[in-house]
């Protein structure tokens, strides 16, 4: 059992409110994790993240074999961002913030959207250049190195941060920096872990630090958005019962891997891997498809089983 006592820090305040309040949940790989008393953000004592070859090589991100990229292409092709996209009109411009190898990129430009994609790994922006020929839309590089462009900036009219803001050491720069891009009434959409979701199965061994600095409710997440000049259009929590399976299995694949390589940067064997790969997604739709029932009484009670999305207006 954790015990929960209350801490001030003089030089430590909430990256999302400024509050210099916070009580101390758990102390994990040299980070404390405090909670904020006046808006509830989870976030790390130090704010520091992973360098870049940290993310490079974390075995979330290293595997890129043909069922990994399906599955993302597939992934960015559900209904949230089939939604998201009818809020715009077609030729609007689209910037996607940490697109990865652009599965999302591909996905808004087949549907003719004028989309780009930036990230800084250029493993996966090579991916996304030759393997679904995305060529030019896919920028190398950081959001700032587009502050200066008239190409870019207060040009866009939705920005993406899918699965980003907890992994930043300064939430409220991004923010400001995504705001920069957007054209006056543009969309922000952001994806992250919902900290208030359901967790019988326990917490996601990527949700520490270095990996995530920060865990978000919507309610946190919706006050801090407000007080960076936006305003709420939707918000959606993914209330799935697969999701419980999932987490108890890669938790468990996890520990097996640092078991037997002692860091989760092992290498595995790629041909055996895809294949596995490949038999592990189809085992997880039958699950998918099976829970279904119980995935509309989540939905119901509004009890979120992982992540949440949420789509703001610039004001």
Known sequence: ???KHEVKLETMVCPACGC???????????????????????FCNPMRGGEREFYKNHVVYRKMDKATIAQHCNSAAKSFNQHLLTLLSEGDRIL???????????YAAEKGYDAYGIDFNDKHINIGREVLGLGERLILGDIKDLHDSDRFCDS???????EVIEHVEDPRCLVQDARRMLSKGGLLAISCPNESRWQPTGRIFADYPPHHLTRWRPDTLLSFLERQGFQHVKTQLECSFSDLIWV???NSS???????????NGNDDAANYAGFRRLKIAGFNLIRAF?????L????AGVGTMGMRMVVRRT
């Open 1 to 3: 059992m954790t015990i």
């Open 96 to 106: 996607d913030i940490g697109c990865g190898f652009g599965a999302f990129v591909k």
């Open 254 to 264: 996890a520990k097996r891997k640092e078991a037997k390589s002692g860091s989760d």
């Open 291 to 295: 829970g279904a029932p119980f995935d």
């Open 156 to 162: 866009f009219d939705l920005v993406t941060l899918f």
């Open 248 to 250: 108890a299995y890669v």
């Open 20 to 42: 210099m309040k916070h009580s101390l949940n758990e102390v994990c790989k040299g980070y404390e994790i405090l909670t904020c008393l006046e808006c509830g953000l989870c």
């Open 297 to 300: 009484v989540l939905k119901t």
